[in-house]
C-alpha cells in the first residue's frame, strides 16, 4: 500500500473510531503525523485526498476538521465524475439508475408526504412538447429527486442525484424532441405521479423500469 494510503487509512480508522467525530479538528500536522508514524509530505497528501471527497475541510489560517459527513457532501464527486464521462460510459450509468430508481419509487411510494406528492404535481405543470429543453431538464432533475427524496433515505438521494448529470440530460432531451417523444415521456410522468398517489408501490417500480429502460433503449441506438 503506497504510504499516501496508508495515511488516508489512518485517519479514516480515527473517524471510524470516534477518536475523531464529524465537526472535530484534527490535532497540528506535526503533533499528527508523528503520531501515525508518518512523514508530514504524505499527511497533507492524504489530507489533500480526504479534501477532495469532502471528507476533511481545510480552512486557511484555522485548521483542518472533519466535515459534517452528510450523504450529498461525501457524494458530490459522483456527479463531477459523470459529467465528464464519455459515451459509453453513460450507459452504465444508466444500469445503474435502472437498478435503483425503480427501488427508489417503491420506497416513496411508501413514504411520500402530500406537500411532496403536490412538489411532484407542480413540477409538471406547463410542460409540453414545445418546451425549452433547458426547462425540460429542470423539470426532470426536479421530478427524479423528488421522488428520491421521499424516500427518506439521504445515501439514496445523494447517489442518484449524483448520478443525475445535468450534460446527459440535455443531450437526451434534445434527442426526444428530435424524435416527437417528449410528450410519451412527460406521460410517463404523469402514470408515476398517480402510482406514487395510490401508495402502489408494485405499480410504481414497475413504471419506473419502463420509463428508464425507455430512455436507455433511445440512447444505444443514438450512440
Do not use: C
Not at 9 to 14: F, H, L, S
Not at 107 to 129: F, H, K
Not at 204 to 211: D, E, Q
Amino acid at each position: 500500500m503506497a504510504v499516501t494510503d496508508q495515511a488516508i487509512t489512518k485517519i479514516k480508522e480515527m473517524i471510524l473510531s470516534g477518536e475523531l467525530t464529524a465537526g472535530d479538528k484534527l490535532p497540528p500536522e506535526k503533533e499528527l503525523s508523528e503520531k501515525l508514524g508518518l512523514s508530514r509530505s504524505s499527511l497533507r497528501e492524504a489530507v489533500k485526498a480526504l479534501e477532495i471527497i469532502r471528507v476533511l475541510d481545510v480552512r486557511q489560517g484555522d485548521g483542518t476538521y472533519v466535515t459534517s459527513l452528510e450523504p450529498q457532501l461525501l457524494t458530490e464527486a459522483v456527479s463531477f465524475i459523470v459529467d465528464l464521462h464519455r459515451d459509453s460510459t453513460i450507459l452504465e450509468i444508466f444500469e445503474v439508475r435502472r437498478a435503483l430508481e425503480p427501488a427508489a419509487a417503491a420506497l416513496a411510494a411508501d413514504r411520500i408526504t402530500a406537500e411532496q406528492l403536490a412538489e411532484l404535481q407542480q413540477s409538471m405543470v406547463g410542460v409540453n412538447e414545445q418546451t425549452p429543453v433547458e426547462d425540460l431538464v429542470q423539470h426532470d432533475l426536479e421530478f427524479h429527486s423528488i421522488i428520491a427524496s421521499a424516500t427518506g433515505n439521504g445515501y439514496l438521494l445523494s447517489l442518484l442525484d449524483g448520478l443525475s448529470s445535468r450534460t446527459v440530460r440535455a443531450r437526451i432531451w434534445r434527442g426526444l424532441t428530435q424524435e416527437r417523444a417528449v410528450s410519451r415521456t412527460l406521460s410517463e410522468h404523469a402514470a408515476i405521479t398517480e402510482a406514487l398517489q395510490r401508495g402502489d408501490a408494485d405499480l410504481a417500480r414497475a413504471l419506473v423500469t419502463v420509463h428508464i429502460s425507455g430512455v436507455e433503449h433511445w440512447l444505444r441506438q443514438a450512440l
